[in-house]
């Protein structure tokens, strides 16, 4: 029986359409007999029409929650978009000179740098895909194995959903000479109708993924996405194919509070207080 005692990717408030708070999350994790929370909110153009860092001030401001909270560890990430077939995240290249209250700074700052400076981990995702249009599967493999190696992203987020073709023997390669992670995503197993098209994809290419980790020695961590407390900690349909394809419970990065700060550590650094 595999077990799975971390959810490394949740939403909150903080990601406009997502429904519950931080406690909240905490809460349902701490229910679900979890031993650790990664609070994941989008830094993404979804969060605002406008670039500002006025806009994503959540991040910025990570030690108010407490490391420990009912008797659950809360880890402090972001889900970052990738925007460009180069990898490079959200608000990579922007500049600004104020900050929060209005002061002008003295040297201005990458809204990129700033939005990330606080946070344990990132997740690299792709989400608006228009950049993606004519992208063959090899410039996809490239954008993939460069946002890997952006030195706060631990892992990438959901590519068995989002979809893009892309080649998984060099992205798995790239992830273990990184000491990086893929993600096996809950969310992945209830995307579109049972039975459609998308969703028979879908699954097939998380299973694929899963696999090509198995055999490359690669860790996963299995995620639920949950944009609402009450579905944090639900793994089964990913547990279920983890399980029919044999894959090796150490390979687990979500397996034990243990066994993902590990990860975190070796693939981004220490983990501040
Ligand atoms: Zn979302
Ligand atoms: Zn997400």
């Known amino acids: 029986m595999l077990v799975n005692l971390c959810d490394t990717h949740v939403h909150t408030l903080f990601s406009r359409h997502a429904y519950s708070t931080v406690e909240e999350d905490v809460r349902a994790a701490a229910e679900r007999g979890l031993e650790l929370v990664g609070i994941t ?55 600004f000179d104020r900050m929060l209250t209005g002061d ?24 608006g895909r228009d950049f993606t249009r004519d992208a063959t599967p090899a410039q996809v493999t490239e954008m993939y194995v460069r946002a890997l ?6 892992m990438l987020g959901h590519i068995g959903r989002t979809g893009l073709p892309y080649e998984l023997v060099p992205v798995v390669r790239a992830a273990r000479e990184l000491g990086k992670v893929l993600e096996v995503n809950e969310h992945s197993f209830d ?33 639920t996405d949950a944009h609402i407390s009450c579905e944090i900690g639900h793994f089964e349909h990913s547990l279920a194919m983890l399980e029919e394809i044999h894959f090796p419970p150490e390979l687990v990065a979500t397996r034990s509070a243990e066994a993902f700060i590990g990860c975190v550590e070796r693939g981004v650094g220490a983990l501040e207080d």
């Open 149 to 154: 190696a952006h030195p706060k992203v631990l």
């Open 104 to 127: 002008v700074w003295v040297t201005p700052f990458s809204l990129e740098e700033q939005a990330l400076k606080d946070v344990d981990y990132a997740i690299a995702s792709v989400h």
């Open 191 to 223: 995307f579109g109708k049972p039975g459609d098209g998308r969703r028979v994809a879908t699954m097939g290419r998380c299973r694929a993924l899963a696999e090509a980790c198995a055999e490359a020695g690669v860790m996963i961590a299995v995620n």
């Open 41 to 95: 909110d989008h830094y993404s153009a979804m969060i605002s029409s406008e670039i500002r860092p006025l806009e994503y001030q959540h991040l910025f401001n990570f030690r108010a929650i407490p490391r420990q909270w009912m008797g659950v560890k809360v880890l402090r990430g972001a889900e970052a978009d990738i925007v460009d077939l180069e990898g490079h995240l959200f608000g990579h290249g922007l500049t």
